[in-house]
């Protein structure tokens, strides 16, 4: 029996529980692409809806209304208001909040106006009559004109219902109109019919008050021409006739609900409050929780992290033994399976980040932390919501940058974006923890262990920089978008698991997919060079060394010297120079550039030593002489040149990845490269000279 | 007549009117309509936004906009 496949449209205010119903409706069955052309995210999944109907629902960005302010709110209204886009759905479902039900059911009555076939899903109308909201459920669907469902979308309570009304809804336009925009503006609405060329009230009168509605670039001049001949200003009518339309929301709310003393869930949200806000504890108890999450994505994923790690090595092993020796082994298992290893080692940072962001997001603590710093961090060019990308980015930058999504304004978001690289992620501490035992003496500062203190000083360093590039480039940055905070600060309550887990599944597959592509094509690009040498160099290294002590080791190390990595190690020595870098670790930052913690490994393979024992490396490079003086490389001052260049440059591809998936534009990954390599190699440089 | 920005937390009023035409589309569509009842909740440290309760939920709003926004008093009952 074939059976039928509709298109469901999901939309409602954000915290209104849509996407927990969008998890309960499709469970894993979900596809995160985008739409065309721009960089937001489209969501979707397939359901059965019953023996007759499948359905692909479209989890629509949550928005409070048809007048849209960002990028993702405006696919809301593209997708709703256009009877020709491809995902103009068959059956909407406008999900509102029962505890909330006057501004939640404007985005619904819009919907209505626009002769779409909806129902309305009421969400958490049980926690409504607790607080003493008490919602005649047949009554306002009898002046709505449409099915209203009572659910609870995390119990999944009302699910089969909705159901059923959907398939019932799918030739079933709503029974009346909501609000008559033809009465309030009359002619006005009939000639934009004219000029568009369609029979839709609502969509003309969206039209009309500038609203870029897909395929409309074309009317606009008409449309202009029209408000000028009726002396009509866009901004003007929106006001109205959203005065108007809550004007009638109000009547309907008045007939339907009845309201009675609250109960105690209120108090408790303003308990917590009085705590969680304090202008003294809320920021002690804010920094308490950021120490959780940075130990818990820096310290919990350590061992996941080896687990993977191992499992990479042994695979690597057992591919490099089972398949025939050659050049085909060696771009499996140096090119592809180290360039995999590389991707799949992020994965347990990701998911212990987005685990601890989903679920304090879930509670609504998120809003409080952003209400509390949105003052602070404005002043530098940032948003109360870049708070957690920033320090999320002391972990790994790759999901910290893509948490920044939260943030609305586009420059604000930009320049998140642009300085969380800044902050030292866990990629930087091998190389930091190298360095700083072979250059910095074990003494103690003031009681504390020198080392330690010096590690400290380039995790703020990072911190700083990144505060300090944020408010320059909210002077080079042009926006004409004004930046706004307008943020409902939700109830607490308790997290769903269920939500929990679906966005780790997500920003999982993201990185993966996404990032992951990028990653291995410069993995294979960054063996190839180490590879290849010109002419037959790579054969007579290989005669000169057999049958020595050590030869493999030494042949490691001619041959990288000799490949094209090598040479490109010794074509950018002389601009390395200054900063008391050799050819050596000239190939260790290019390679490194694959991944900051490379740099050990190179080092190591670069300098013959056997083992990855970071222990006998630190050994072996302390006994490096310089050529020139013959006293040792490794000087504390080219140490502190090195470890300011990792703390600076942009060396590392995955972040440079999904900066370009973020932003959907090459330009922001190419100036965040150049500006950081900049800062890096001019602060190596000033320090390299002024302490040698 | 009074700025919203400048009321101490507790104070209950109705909005009259928003006097910047980008906000008051923003404002409008969350429900803060003129004649609607405000009580202010919060406001955060060193010159954050200002949290109130408008149509039983809490919604910020910055210093700069809140200023913008004109209350009229209600008395408290």
Redesign the interface.
């Given at each position: 029996m074939s059976k039928e496949q509709i298109k469901i449209a999901l939309a409602g205010n954000p915290n209104s529980g849509k996407t927990t119903l969008f998890n309960a409706f499709t469970g894993l069955k979900q596809k995160v692409g985008n739409y065309p052309g721009i960089t937001v995210e489209k969501k979707s999944g397939k359901a059965k809806l019953s023996g007759e109907y499948n359905a692909e629902i479209i989890d629509l960005p949550g928005t409070y209304s048809l007048f849209p302010k960002s990028m993702d709110e405006q696919v809301a209204q593209q997708v709703l208001c256009n009877n020709t886009d491809e995902d103009y759905p068959d059956v909407t479902i406008v999900i509102a909040d029962a505890t909330n039900l006057r501004r939640s059911i404007f985005l619904l009555t819009q919907v209505i106006d626009l002769n779409m076939n909806v129902v309305l899903a009421l969400n958490m109308v049980d926690i409504a009559t607790k607080k003493g909201i008490l919602i005649n459920v047949n009554l306002l669907s009898e002046e709505l004109g449409i099915q209203v469902i009572a659910i609870n979308a995390r119990k999944g309570n009302g699910i089969e219902s909705l159901k059923e009304a959907i398939i019932k809804t799918i030739d079933e336009k709503p029974k009346k109109l909501f609000l008559d925009v033809n009465k309030i503006f009359k002619k006005v609405i009939e000639k934009a019919n004219e000029i568009r060329g369609v029979e839709n009230n609502y969509a003309s009168f969206l039209a009309l008050c500038r609203q870029k509605l897909s395929g409309e670039v074309l009317n606009r001049c008409a449309l202009n021409q029209l408000c000028k001949q009726y002396e009509i200003i866009p901004e003007r009518i929106q006001a109205k006739e959203t005065v108007k339309r809550y004007k009638v929301i109000d009547k309907v709310i008045f007939s339907c609900v009845k309201k009675e003393a609250l109960a105690g869930k209120y108090q408790f949200t303003k308990k917590l409050d009085d705590l969680l806000i304090h202008p003294f504890f809320g920021y002690i108890i804010f920094l308490s929780v950021l120490f959780l999450l940075f130990q818990a994505v820096f310290s919990w994923s350590a061992y996941p992290m080896e687990l993977i790690d191992s499992l990479f090595t042994d695979l690597s092993i057992w591919t490099a033994n089972a398949m025939p020796k050659g050049m085909l082994n060696d771009l499996v298992v140096n090119g592809i399976l180290a360039g995999l290893g590389g991707i799949f080692i992020f994965v347990p940072q990701i998911a212990f980040l987005f685990a601890f962001i989903a679920f304090l997001e879930d509670t609504g603590y998120m809003a409080r932390v952003s209400f509390i710093t949105d003052k602070l961090l404005r002043g530098v060019g940032l948003n109360g919501r870049s708070i957690i990308p920033l320090l999320s980015g002391a972990a790994c930058a790759v999901p910290a940058i893509m948490s920044a999504r939260t943030i609305s304004s586009w420059k604000e978001r930009l320049i998140t974006i642009m300085v969380t690289p800044l902050m030292s992620c866990s990629a930087r501490l091998p190389v930091y923890a190298l360095i700083i035992s072979m250059v910095i003496p074990t003494d103690e500062f003031l009681g504390f262990n020198l080392q330690g203190l010096v590690m400290m000083a380039f995790y703020l360093l990072g911190f700083l920089a990144a505060i300090g590039v944020a408010s320059l480039m909210k002077f080079i940055i042009k926006s004409k978008e004004r930046s706004y905070y307008i943020m409902e600060m939700p109830s607490y309550k308790i997290p769903d698991w269920k939500t929990v887990i679906y966005t780790i599944v997500e920003k999982v597959k993201i990185f993966l997919f996404d990032a992951g592509k990028i990653i291995i094509a410069i993995s294979i690009i960054l063996w190839a060079l180490s590879s290849f040498a010109p002419g037959k160099k790579f054969e007579k290294i290989e005669q000169e060394w057999i049958g020595k002590t050590d030869a493999e080791m030494h042949i490691a190390a001619d041959k990288l010297e000799a490949s094209y990595a090598g040479i490109i190690g010794k074509t950018i020595e002389p601009a390395i120079k200054p900063l008391g870098f050799d050819w050596k670790i000239g190939i260790s930052l290019i390679t490194s550039f694959a991944a900051r913690e490379v740099f050990v490994g190179t080092m190591s393979t670069i300098y013959s030593v056997g083992d990855d024992n970071i222990q006998s490396i630190q050994e072996r490079l302390k006994n490096v002489k310089n050529q020139e003086t013959g006293e040792a490389f490794f000087t504390p001052s080219v140490g502190i040149s090195l470890m300011l260049f990792y703390a600076f440059a942009m060396q590392c591809m995955s972040t440079l990845a999904i900066v370009y998936r973020e932003t959907k534009d090459w330009k922001w990954p190419v100036i965040q490269f150049l500006y950081m390599g900049v800062l890096a190699y001019l602060s190596s440089f000033i320090a390299y000279q002024m302490l040698s | 007549m009074q700025r919203l920005a400048n009321l101490a937390i507790g104070t209950k009023g109705k909005i009259r009117s928003i006097s910047d035409?980008?906000?008051?589309?923003?404002?409008?569509?969350?429900?803060c309509?003129?004649g609607e009842q405000i009580k202010v909740?919060?406001r955060?440290?060193?010159?954050?936004?200002v949290?109130i309760l408008v149509?039983?939920?809490?919604?910020?709003?910055?210093?700069e906009?809140a200023l913008k926004i004109d209350i009229k008093l209600l008395k408290d009952e």
């Amino acid at each position: 029996m074939s059976k039928e496949q509709i298109k469901i449209a999901l939309a409602g205010n954000p915290n209104s529980g849509k996407t927990t119903l969008f998890n309960a409706f499709t469970g894993l069955k979900q596809k995160v692409g985008n739409y065309p052309g721009i960089t937001v995210e489209k969501k979707s999944g397939k359901a059965k809806l019953s023996g007759e109907y499948n359905a692909e629902i479209i989890d629509l960005p949550g928005t409070y209304s048809l007048f849209p302010k960002s990028m993702d709110e405006q696919v809301a209204q593209q997708v709703l208001c256009n009877n020709t886009d491809e995902d103009y759905p068959d059956v909407t479902i406008v999900i509102a909040d029962a505890t909330n039900l006057r501004r939640s059911i404007f985005l619904l009555t819009q919907v209505i106006d626009l002769n779409m076939n909806v129902v309305l899903a009421l969400n958490m109308v049980d926690i409504a009559t607790k607080k003493g909201i008490l919602i005649n459920v047949n009554l306002l669907s009898e002046e709505l004109g449409i099915q209203v469902i009572a659910i609870n979308a995390r119990k999944g309570n009302g699910i089969e219902s909705l159901k059923e009304a959907i398939i019932k809804t799918i030739d079933e336009k709503p029974k009346k109109l909501f609000l008559d925009v033809n009465k309030i503006f009359k002619k006005v609405i009939e000639k934009a019919n004219e000029i568009r060329g369609v029979e839709n009230n609502y969509a003309s009168f969206l039209a009309l008050c500038r609203q870029k509605l897909s395929g409309e670039v074309l009317n606009r001049c008409a449309l202009n021409q029209l408000c000028k001949q009726y002396e009509i200003i866009p901004e003007r009518i929106q006001a109205k006739e959203t005065v108007k339309r809550y004007k009638v929301i109000d009547k309907v709310i008045f007939s339907c609900v009845k309201k009675e003393a609250l109960a105690g869930k209120y108090q408790f949200t303003k308990k917590l409050d009085d705590l969680l806000i304090h202008p003294f504890f809320g920021y002690i108890i804010f920094l308490s929780v950021l120490f959780l999450l940075f130990q818990a994505v820096f310290s919990w994923s350590a061992y996941p992290m080896e687990l993977i790690d191992s499992l990479f090595t042994d695979l690597s092993i057992w591919t490099a033994n089972a398949m025939p020796k050659g050049m085909l082994n060696d771009l499996v298992v140096n090119g592809i399976l180290a360039g995999l290893g590389g991707i799949f080692i992020f994965v347990p940072q990701i998911a212990f980040l987005f685990a601890f962001i989903a679920f304090l997001e879930d509670t609504g603590y998120m809003a409080r932390v952003s209400f509390i710093t949105d003052k602070l961090l404005r002043g530098v060019g940032l948003n109360g919501r870049s708070i957690i990308p920033l320090l999320s980015g002391a972990a790994c930058a790759v999901p910290a940058i893509m948490s920044a999504r939260t943030i609305s304004s586009w420059k604000e978001r930009l320049i998140t974006i642009m300085v969380t690289p800044l902050m030292s992620c866990s990629a930087r501490l091998p190389v930091y923890a190298l360095i700083i035992s072979m250059v910095i003496p074990t003494d103690e500062f003031l009681g504390f262990n020198l080392q330690g203190l010096v590690m400290m000083a380039f995790y703020l360093l990072g911190f700083l920089a990144a505060i300090g590039v944020a408010s320059l480039m909210k002077f080079i940055i042009k926006s004409k978008e004004r930046s706004y905070y307008i943020m409902e600060m939700p109830s607490y309550k308790i997290p769903d698991w269920k939500t929990v887990i679906y966005t780790i599944v997500e920003k999982v597959k993201i990185f993966l997919f996404d990032a992951g592509k990028i990653i291995i094509a410069i993995s294979i690009i960054l063996w190839a060079l180490s590879s290849f040498a010109p002419g037959k160099k790579f054969e007579k290294i290989e005669q000169e060394w057999i049958g020595k002590t050590d030869a493999e080791m030494h042949i490691a190390a001619d041959k990288l010297e000799a490949s094209y990595a090598g040479i490109i190690g010794k074509t950018i020595e002389p601009a390395i120079k200054p900063l008391g870098f050799d050819w050596k670790i000239g190939i260790s930052l290019i390679t490194s550039f694959a991944a900051r913690e490379v740099f050990v490994g190179t080092m190591s393979t670069i300098y013959s030593v056997g083992d990855d024992n970071i222990q006998s490396i630190q050994e072996r490079l302390k006994n490096v002489k310089n050529q020139e003086t013959g006293e040792a490389f490794f000087t504390p001052s080219v140490g502190i040149s090195l470890m300011l260049f990792y703390a600076f440059a942009m060396q590392c591809m995955s972040t440079l990845a999904i900066v370009y998936r973020e932003t959907k534009d090459w330009k922001w990954p190419v100036i965040q490269f150049l500006y950081m390599g900049v800062l890096a190699y001019l602060s190596s440089f000033i320090a390299y000279q002024m302490l040698s | 007549m009074q700025r919203l920005a400048n009321l101490a937390i507790g104070t209950k009023g109705k909005i009259r009117s928003i006097s910047d035409s980008d906000l008051e589309q923003k404002l409008l569509e969350m429900g803060c309509t003129p004649g609607e009842q405000i009580k202010v909740v919060r406001r955060a440290p060193f010159g954050g936004p200002v949290a109130i309760l408008v149509s039983s939920y809490v919604l910020s709003v910055r210093k700069e906009d809140a200023l913008k926004i004109d209350i009229k008093l209600l008395k408290d009952e």
